[in-house]
C-alpha cells in the first residue's frame, strides 16, 4: 500500500467496516511507521479489492486489518493477503501473530482457524456497536514435534 491508495482504501473501510472504520489519517498514520508495520492492497483490473495490515514489535505481530470487498470474496485474496502477512511476521522475527475477529464474522473465523490461528480469549462489547471480538494467536515458533499448519508453508 502506498500513500495514493489510501482514499481508496479509506472508501472501502468505510463502505465495509460502517461501524468501525478506520479514519484516513489512521492509514496515513500507519504507513508512515515503516519500521514497524506493513500494509498491502489486492487489485484485479477492477482497482483495489482487499488490503491488509500488520505491526510487528518483536515478538508479537499483529493483523491490524484484513479486508475483502463481498464482489471478490471466495477468490483466494484474503488468504492471499494473510500469507503475505504472516510471512512478514516471520521475516521480522515474530514468534506469535495475534488478531480480533467480530464474533459475528464466522467466515473470517474460519479463515483464521485453515491457517492455523487458535481463539485464546473474548473482549467483550469490543467493537462500537456492541459485538465481541475474539483474540486469535497463530504461534510462529512451535516446539519441535509439532505438526505444521498452512501458516508454517512458504
Not at 465495509?16 to 500507519?30: S, V
Not at 505481530?61 to 483466494?76: N, S, Y
Request: charged residues 25%; hydrophobic residues 40%; contains cysteine.
Amino acid at each position: 500500500m502506498t500513500v495514493d491508495d489510501v482514499p481508496t482504501v479509506n472508501a472501502l473501510e468505510q463502505r465495509l467496516f460502517p461501524a468501525d472504520a478506520w479514519p484516513l489519517q489512521m492509514f496515513l498514520d500507519e504507513l508512515s511507521q515503516t519500521t514497524t508495520r506493513r500494509y498491502l492492497v489486492a487489485e484485479t483490473d477492477a482497482g483495489i479489492v482487499g488490503y491488509a495490515g500488520l505491526m510487528c514489535i518483536e515478538p508479537i505481530a499483529d493483523v491490524q486489518t484484513i479486508a475483502v470487498v463481498p464482489e471478490f470474496e471466495g477468490r483466494g485474496i484474503g488468504s492471499a493477503l494473510l500469507t503475505l502477512l504472516i510471512g512478514e511476521a516471520r521475516r521480522r522475527g515474530a514468534g506469535d501473530v495475534l488478531l480480533e475477529v467480530r464474533a459475528d464474522n464466522p467466515r473470517a473465523q474460519q479463515l483464521y482457524l485453515r491457517f492455523g490461528f487458535e481463539q485464546i480469549h473474548i473482549r467483550r462489547k469490543y467493537y462500537r456497536d456492541g459485538v465481541d471480538a475474539l483474540i486469535m494467536r497463530l504461534q510462529l515458533t512451535r516446539p519441535a514435534g509439532l505438526g505444521t499448519t498452512k501458516a508454517d508453508q512458504p
